[in-house]
């Protein structure tokens, strides 16, 4: 199935022996994970197994300890490699993080404008492009407050869209949503992932992992405890720790 | 003009009154003495007003400077701020306005710089450095409250550590500071009292200067403090306003 969707395998981000701790607390255990352009990943786990802390790892939200990672080429290392990492890669948060203060319209285009240099017509241009992706042009002059938690996730995505990342992180997206809101916001990055954009998802929606992941990660204890193909993963799990996980979530 | 009125009614009360100790005379303007002595006090505001302003936007400038390293990661960065804030936190007003005012151009002079340094600005560079300690830490507190998650937003849409301060963190972080800095501004109203003691004409020394000719502390005194009310019920109306206006621009 995988190489049906035409997986480039030149590597989007290359993570060797990644260690990170909190003072004394071991969060991340010598993590290796190699993706592939155009590679969709779903990340489980318990909570507290490290999986947040190896996606913050990626966009140096988080600095690790030990460890190599890679992001197209370029080896993190000083500030301008984490900006040259940082202008290729999204990410969406649990608590959206939009920008109270701004407008919808403004969330979008301070990124282009400041960062990128686009000219406002440029940048709102654009804006409006993935709002109507998202498909909430018509709340562009709102106030982020003002929209439900799905739609200002979905502004959040279309934030980070319109700095045309190659790769998008996506930290518990719809964790912090309303149930009726969930399917709103993982459509939006069904249709992302079937767009081609290389992505990692840390969720416990397990449907969407099954409609769109070309691979899972079981993380435990700080550690990449399985990985595997949808199909492998949900029907025959290698380990117990994985076994005994899916039977806790799924069981409802 | 409404503290004339005031006063005036003050007047009335206490001149018609047979108290033997009460003097009123010395400040009732329907008599060309008191009428001087009235505007010889009153001509004490443009001082005090004056020395305040400039105190207090040198020591919001300066608090500015001192809490942004001081929120930085790098200790060695944010070490000095600490020191700052602690030292100058420490030293009482008084003996920091007679070492400013007597000591400093000696230490200037043995560098080999000659400079006049007047009461007005003795008290000014005083007032701002003393309070500078207080409002780095007003900013700092307003900062920080700012969730973190606002400036990892920030981040992976590629704004600088400037460009998030000035675009996304400051604008909401003034709301919450504005209170407490106009408290500051209050504060430095009435220690700008202090200034008296090296020789400004400021309120309280023309005050005090009265009092030594005429010799009628109640009285006199007793204007002072109605002079210090009015500016400072002046000051709290104003910012009440401003409160308003930027709270209303807002809709969370």
Known sequence: MTELRGVNHAKAIEIRGLNKWYATYHALKDVDLTVAHGERI??????????????????????????????????????ASIEA??????????????????????????????????????AEARAMKYLERVQIPEQADKMPGTLSGGQQQRVAIARSLCMEPKIMLFDEPTSALDPEMISEVLDVIVDLATSGMTMIVVTHEMGFA????????????????????????????????????LNQILKH | ??????????????????????GWYVINPTTTQGWNNITFLIDGFGATILLSVIAAALSMAIGLLVALPGMSDNRWIRMPSRVYIEFVRAIPLLPMLFWVFYGLPVVLQSMGISVRIDAFWGAVITLAISDSAFT?????S?????????????????????????YVVLPQAIRRILPPLANQFIYIVKMS???????????????????????RPLEIY??????????VLIISYFVRRLERKMGSDESR
């Open chain 2, 222 to 231: 007793s204007l002072l403090i109605l002079e210090y009310l009015v500016l």
């Open chain 1, 210 to 245: 099954r409609r769109a992941a070309d691979r899972m990660v079981f993380m435990d204890h700080g550690a990449i405890v399985e990985t595997g193909t949808p199909s492998e993963f949900f029907e025959s799990p290698k380990t117990e720790r994985c076994r005994t996980f």
């Open chain 2, 1 to 22: 003009m409404k503290n004339l009125l005031l006063l005036s009614s003050l007047c009335l009360l206490a001149g018609c009154g047979a108290s033997g100790n009460w």
């Open chain 1, 42 to 79: 779903v990340v489980c786990g318990p909570s507290g197994s490290g999986k947040s802390t190896l996606i913050r790892c990626i966009n140096s939200l988080e600095a690790h300890n030990t460890g190599t990672i890679t992001v197209d080429g370029t080896q993190m290392g000083d500030a």
């Open chain 1, 85 to 122: 990492i940082r202008s290729e890669v999204g990410m969406v948060f649990q608590q959206f993080n939009l920008f109270p203060h701004l407008t919808i319209l403004q969330n979008l285009t301070l990124g282009p404008m400041k960062a990128r240099g686009l000219s406002r017509k440029d």
């Open chain 2, 193 to 215: 009292a202090f200034a008296s003691v090296i020789g400004m004409q400021e309120l309280t020394r023309r005050a005090n200067e009265l009092v030594v000719t005429e010799y």
């Open chain 2, 136 to 140: 780095a830490e007003i900013y700092r």
């Open chain 2, 142 to 166: 307003g900062i920080q409250s700012i969730a973190r998650g606002q400036t990892e937003a920030a981040k992976t849409i590629g704004l600088t550590y400037s460009q998030t301060m000035r």
